[in-house]
């Protein structure tokens, strides 16, 4: 079945269009991907409000992205939106304006969704390891999901993310040691009450997904350029983690820039991405991160898929 999908999320906006297997946990083949970071969720930690100009290229790169859905056959596509969306007071204009302006609808996740559907993307692309700890690290939210053989799924999601500490307590360039200190302190204090939460994952294999961990899995390799297949499966290990922290907190957003395997875009908010990296790692005492490409868009068209053919199957019993 070949479908498509639009994440978008509060630093980035992907789009995946691909054949999704009948079979249920079937491997994905994509068609065609984008992402471009377009900071939709910009000030909204501050305001509460979604930017118009914010809203204006997120829905520009829709727009662009329904014409390349649309010429490769798409059956089916969908659009979903995060956490900047569903915290911002203007999000009705903004779904609007999107309805209008693109004839797109929009469904809004709440982190549970989100941790669900990113689960489906992660096990799509990682089938040999069968109990793990997903880790989503997003523009602003984290997300936790636990995966025992035979048990349901345990979610759960902070309200902290890239973007969201970035803004809210990283503000100097490059950022000061007791701005350091006090945004450790805040996502150690997360962190631990992410664990409460979900209970003991001492024996779960931690695998990390989106892109902050993808960035940071490339610049440990000094990637000249993004190389998925060198990505999905790589073990990011916790001293790389610190030495990559130490370096980014050493330098300027400028200073950044060029960085191998850094992704033009992210100069800003990659010292919080592995800040909060290496915390939640030294918390939940694990001492690597198996990285997955395979995410939130991967999971929205797994499940969009079955729950077409779930229908298919139930218009075909009636009509019997």
């Known amino acids: 079945m070949r479908v498509a999908g639009i994440d978008i999320g509060t630093l980035t906006c992907r789009l995946l269009v691909a054949a999704v297997p009948p079979e249920a946990g079937g491997p994905i083949h994509t068609i065609r991907s984008e992402r471009k970071i377009l900071r939709l969720g910009e000030g909204v930690d501050r305001t509460g ?27 089916r596509y969908t659009a979903v939106a995060t956490s900047a969306v569903r915290e911002a007071g203007n999000r009705e204009e903004f779904l609007d304006r999107v309805r209008r302006e693109t004839g797109v609808e929009v469904e809004v996740l709440d982190g549970e969704e989100e941790a669900r559907r990113t689960f489906l993307g992660i096990r799509s692309g990682l089938q040999d390891v069968r ?9 602003g939210s984290t997300e936790f ?9 345990k979610t759960t999601s902070i309200d902290m993310g890239v973007v969201r500490l970035t803004e809210r ?33 001492t024996d779960l294999t931690l695998v990390g997904t989106a892109g902050t961990i993808t960035s940071l899995a ?12 060198r990505i999905q499966n790589y073990v990011l290990k ?51 991160c198996i990285v997955s ?9 797994v499940n969009m898929a079955k729950n077409l053919m779930e229908k298919n199957n139930a218009d075909s019993r009636l009509s019997r």
């Open 131 to 139: 109990e793990i700890l997903g880790l989503d690290i997003g523009g």
């Open 293 to 301: 490409e395979y995410g939130l868009r991967e999971g929205v068209l």
């Open 49 to 75: 409000r979604l930017k118009p100009e914010a809203m204006s290229r997120v829905i520009e790169t829709i727009r662009e992205w329904k014409t390349i859905i649309e010429s490769h056959g798409a059956e």
């Open 218 to 229: 490339a610049i440990a390799q000094q990637l000249p350029t993004y190389d998925p297949a």
């Open 238 to 288: 916790l001293p790389v983690i610190q030495r990559i922290e130490r370096d980014v907190f050493g330098k300027t957003q400028s200073e950044r820039v060029g960085i191998p395997g850094l992704e033009a875009g992210r100069e800003e908010v990659i010292a919080a991405g592995a800040l909060i990296l290496r915390c939640v790692m030294e918390e939940l005492d694990a001492d690597r």
């Open 169 to 201: 307590v990283l503000q100097s360039d490059p950022p000061r040691a007791v701005e350091i200190q006090k945004a450790e302190t805040l996502i150690r204090d997360l962190t631990r009450g992410a664990r409460r939460e979900i209970g003991d994952v």
């Open 145 to 153: 999901i636990a995966s025992w053989e035979g048990l349901p799924l």
